[in-house]
């Protein structure tokens, strides 16, 4: 009864907070460009944590923790793809996003910048990337409330849908209040308290298995392809594994904590603490789930639900292995998680609806205070659709996340990338590249072809779109050219 109390308790402390910081985003929230990107002023602080929590949603905590516990540590294969794929992304693609979206008109959005980069007066570039968004995020939010909705249901023993219920409304409500500030302010503290219950854990895992070396030997008892990183794996298992790395390049919830920097200045910095805290917040997951094979193997009478839902390891060690009190903390840190990749998805999603579909091809005149309270009611609309996509209580979290993840992945991410590097990419390119990308996901996922994760074929299909289309019809103008060369020049002198 005390650890009811006690959970539930902290739970509503931790949401009263991120609820209050809401209402502090709230007061400085006064036109689109707050709400949207929080007037371009994150340090490299926020920005770094920001960006780091928006992308490791529920399936950190709860999708590879159980994933590994299943499988093994082969499946550690996607922690190292996406290390390097972060990496990448933050050295190549941050600082050129973020002088490119400032000298291209300001855009607030990427499909705002694809269409003022491109020059395209049709618009059919925002509106295909709008749609796109709109598409693969609400399944990607659908995914969070997934694991929000296990995380209630696990702890407070309530029916899926009322739990369903409990774990959006309290995502929607901040999101609703406060815009991006809100948001990033949220990120900092949720990253904080994420990385500080991925070490706490898999240490006191490890403590209670008595120590690194009697933990293997338990989990080789059990099966020796449990530590074997090649369990089960030929090439195209790995390939498919590591080019989840890939995936970074088109995440618009992530690409737009770049646009919100300082300055390219601030990335440098940002990338050390967010590679930092990532590797740390990785390989606690991956921890958590390896050794808690050993320690549930040698305590059977407490695995019944792990064995029920491998995704629940983290939540029941969590129970049984720290006092109530500090055990409420740590799994908060899984509703953190959720919370803050599923609020940047709701604002990224909504910032599309509004700044490139309302604004554009509604209500070109929109004053300030109406593009926000559309933004916020745009919120609400994704968040309606997400949830009945999410009332399945059969769902599994990674495997919804893998799917919107290949498919921004394969649509953005050569066509962002590409972008910022050839100056004489056109409209023609952008457009083949996301419609080829977001086609051959959609088309892969149907037929699982050679067992290869859509995303590959996807991102290289979509390259050779975007150039093998830039050589069609007008070729760059001498303005993109030249825009091309100052952002150039201004990215060398910044970073």
Known sequence: MLSHISITITFFVYIFLMLFVGYLGWRQTHNLSDYILGGRRLGAFVTALSAGASDMSGWLLMGLPGAVFLSGISESWIAIGLTIGAWCNWRWVAGRLRVYTERTGNALTLPNYLANRFEDNTHWLRLFSALVILIFFTIYCASGIVAGARLFASLFDVSYQSALLIAAVATISYVFIGGFLAVSWTDTIQAS?????????????????????????????INVSYVDMLKDLNVIAIISLLAWGL???????????????????????ARRISLTWMVLCLAGAVAVGFFGLAYFHQNPSEAVNVNENAETVFIELSKLLFHPWIAGMLLAAILAAIMSTLSCQLLVSSSALTGDIYRIFLRRNAGARELVWIGRTMVLLV???????????????????????????????????????????????????????????IIWKQGQFFNLYEIVPGFVFASLAVVIFSHIGKPATATMKETFAKVDDEIKSQI
């Not at 995440?251 to 440098?268: D, G, N, T, Y």
Request: net charge positive.
């Open 193 to 221: 308290l994420m990385i500080t219950a991925l070490i706490m854990v898999p240490l006191m895992v490890i403590y209670k298995d008595g120590g690194v070396s009697n933990s293997v030997s338990v989990i080789q008892s």
């Open 247 to 269: 995936g970074y390049f088109g995440q618009p919830h992530i690409l737009v904590r770049f646009m919100a920097a300082k300055s390219a200045r601030e990335i440098k910095p």
């Open 383 to 441: 968040s309606i659709i997400a949830i009945v996509i999410a009332n399945n209580p059969d769902s599994r979290v990674l495997k919804m996340v893998s799917y919107a993840w290949a498919g921004f992945g394969a649509s953005f991410g050569p066509v962002i990338l590409i972008s910022l590097f050839w100056k004489n990419m056109t409209r023609n390119g952008a457009l083949a590249g996301m419609i080829v990308g977001a086609a051959t996901v």
